[in-house]
């Protein structure tokens, strides 16, 4: 039986103040085209459809028109679940009747574990939904007071799911969580502090696949049948160097261990603007981006260089129009190294005039450039003397 995978679409999503919708809109469409080609028996979407809560119109608006082109125009089921970013309740909305139609959304948790029941010619496969749920939810919604951090409230769902697999059926479980050693993206949201909203990859034995989500890198968990699909775009920098993607997996016949062969490959879906880092100079990356085939792509300009620059942001905007940031680490980290720096409500003109040169430019400022401070802040305030009445 095949299967798509994939999570984190974060529609609505603003990138640096520039609004992400349709770049989406282009990466979803290639999935209805990717979903035509392959027929799965189902696609899996593991939590994240919004960004926040309450979604902006154009969000909502492309996930009904996605949806409704796999489930009634493609006639392939959805399993989708909420994530930590999504209201559960709005989600949920209408689940009842949606499953008629093929579309099985699961937005707060239920008691009772209904898994969607799908067949090959080797049997039954049993699709679990479990959405994300604060350890407070979980105890509410299953009535259990033990349920006290996020590795708890999933084992408890999970237990749900074994027992509600009928008997002899291949089980897999969609869901959103954080599993202890996977790597983690900046761009995500953290579930809680420190380490309390970490599951272990334990959780999941006796499921022939896991579909993740809430990571952004598509990568494995622990063990080859628990995985993340990865998020839809690159939401961040330092996602850069990352290879976005669905997971077509290929769920067989159950081996001697009693759990299926399981296949799993990445679809890369690209996106219209890649999000890139750029280096050098000023000069060096002017000169390079005339030329750049990518020089619509979102970037972050990392300028090497030490002296003074008159707004290098505008600069590198007539070559890459889409540069949403700029950083100068070379003397950041030498600013960075000369301690802390002075509080500006303390401080006064003259100490923040050489904490900001040497910011700039890197060096302290001479005798000569202090006097001409100095000689232009007394002629301010000789102005301001006489306007005063």
Not at 145 to 165: E, P, Q, Y
Request: proline residues 6%.
């Amino acid at each position: 039986m095949r299967l798509i995978h994939t999570a984190d679409w974060h529609l609505g999503r603003l990138f640096h103040g520039r609004h992400l919708t349709g770049d989406q809109a282009v990466v979803l469409e290639k999935l209805i085209g990717l979903v035509a080609a392959v027929r799965p028996a189902a696609v899996l979407v593991a939590g994240d459809l919004y960004d926040r809560a309450v979604p902006p119109t154009e969000a909502v608006e492309l996930l009904d028109h996605v949806l409704s082109e796999i489930v009634l125009g493609l006639g392939v089921p959805v399993v989708a679940i909420a994530g930590n970013h999504d209201s559960a309740e709005r989600v949920g909305f209408g689940a009842g009747l949606y499953r008629e139609r093929g579309l099985w959304v699961a937005g707060q948790l239920s008691p009772a574990a209904e898994p969607l029941v799908l067949e090959d010619e080797h049997g039954r496969v049993a699709v679990h939904a479990l959405p994300y749920a604060a350890p407070a939810e979980a105890r509410y919604r299953y009535a259990d007071d033990s349920i006290l951090d996020h590795a708890a409230a999933l084992a408890a769902g999970v237990a749900r799911a074994r027992a509600a697999t009928p008997a002899g059926a291949r089980a897999v479980l969609v869901a959103h969580a954080y599993v202890t050693g996977a790597e983690t993206s900046e761009s995500e949201r953290p579930l809680s502090l420190g380490g309390a909203g970490e599951v272990p990859v334990s959780v999941f034995a006796g499921f022939d696949y896991v579909a993740l989500g809430h990571l952004h890198r598509p990568q494995c968990a622990g063990d080859e049948r628990v995985r993340y699909a990865g998020s839809l775009l690159k939401y961040s920098f330092a996602e850069h160097e990352q290879r976005k993607s669905v997971t077509v997996v290929e769920v067989g016949a159950p081996a001697r261990d009693g759990l299926a062969a399981i296949a799993a490959e990445q679809a890369e879906l690209a996106a219209p603007h890649d999000v890139r880092r750029v280096e050098g100079t000023l000069a060096e990356i002017l000169e390079r981006g005339r030329t750049d085939p990518g020089r619509d792509d979102y970037v972050l300009a990392r300028l090497r260089d030490r002296g003074a620059l008159l707004d290098p942001l505008s600069r590198l905007r007539e070559v890459y129009p889409s540069t949403m940031r700029v950083e100068r680490p070379d003397l950041e980290r030498e600013a960075a190294g000369r301690g802390a720096r002075p509080d500006p409500r303390r401080a006064g003109e003259a100490e923040l005039f050489a904490d900001f040169f040497r910011y700039v430019t890197g060096d302290d400022p001479s005798e000569a450039e202090r006097m001409a401070f100095a000689e232009v802040v007394d002629k301010l305030r000789r102005v301001d003397r006489e306007a005063t009445p």
